[in-house]
């Protein structure tokens, strides 16, 4: 059971490249989550979908987009990468977006970029 | 604003020996509280949580938190550490039980001496 999936493991772009990171889960999860993770400031999040076809902003959107392709996907985008934005990213799912008791969070492996 | 504050950025243990990470919220009701686990190259697993009722709670890999209102903190124990405890350990707080509203303390690197 692969759970949360995340590609690339590992990514270095030049200042104003752009990538896309994708992010599947395979639990029939609903809702998706996109946080980054820097040293001293724990977890952040940067957008999430509650559901197919519905996408909100977390604390830190700016510089990103996301899209919900599907149930199962939802990617992270950075059109122009910036150095401020090197860092190591985690999708995460859950079975519903407001039940935290019962649906807790599913945490993929993490992408590191690194933006020189 | 809630927010959550992990005093303790590195603790180092002896095989064995007991452990407890602290944690500390800001927030004027009862939040709903979190520990996670992330170990090297690894996502973040739910150790244990807490949302009313028993303010002790037991999570997996024989882990236990406090909730102490009083005091606003939800500190984490373990009775006697294993070399595979080696871990960064994030406490979150949520002010309602959504999971866009997590915020997470900005971790405890945990590291055993043999």
């Known amino acids: 059971n692969a759970g949360v999936t995340q590609t690339p493991k590992f990514q270095v772009l030049k200042t104003g490249q752009s990538m896309t990171l994708q992010c599947a889960q395979d639990m029939n999860h609903n809702s998706m989550y996109w946080y980054r993770q820097d040293p001293g400031m724990g977890l952040r999040l940067i957008y999430y979908?509650?559901?197919?076809?519905?996408?909100d902003k977390g604390e830190v959107p700016n510089g990103y987009n996301v899209s919900r392709l599907n149930k199962r996907e939802f990617s992270l985008r950075l059109e122009s990468a910036a150095p401020s934005q090197t860092s190591v990213y985690f999708c995460?799912?859950?079975?519903?977006?407001?039940?935290?008791?019962?649906?807790?969070?599913?945490f993929g492996n993490g992408t590191r970029l690194t933006v020189t | 604003a809630q927010s959550v504050t992990q005093p303790d950025i590195h603790i180092t243990v002896s095989e064995g020996a007991s452990l407890e990470l602290r944690c500390n919220y800001s927030y004027g009701a009862t939040p709903y509280l979190f520990w996670y686990v992330q170990s090297p190259g690894q996502g973040l697993q739910l150790l244990l949580k807490?949302?009313?009722?028993?303010?002790l709670v037991q999570g997996i890999k024989g882990f236990e938190a406090e909730f102490k209102r009083s005091q606003s903190s939800f500190n984490l124990r373990k009775p006697s550490v294993h070399w595979s405890d080696a871990a960064e350990y994030f406490c979150a707080v949520a002010p309602y039980s959504s999971a866009s509203k997590i915020i997470f303390g900005s971790g405890t690197r945990l590291s055993i001496r043999p």
């Open positions: 807490y949302f009313s009722g028993d303010t």
């Open positions: 995460a799912s859950s079975e519903y977006p407001s039940d935290l008791k019962n649906s807790p969070l599913h």
């Open positions: 979908s509650a559901s197919e076809g519905t996408t």
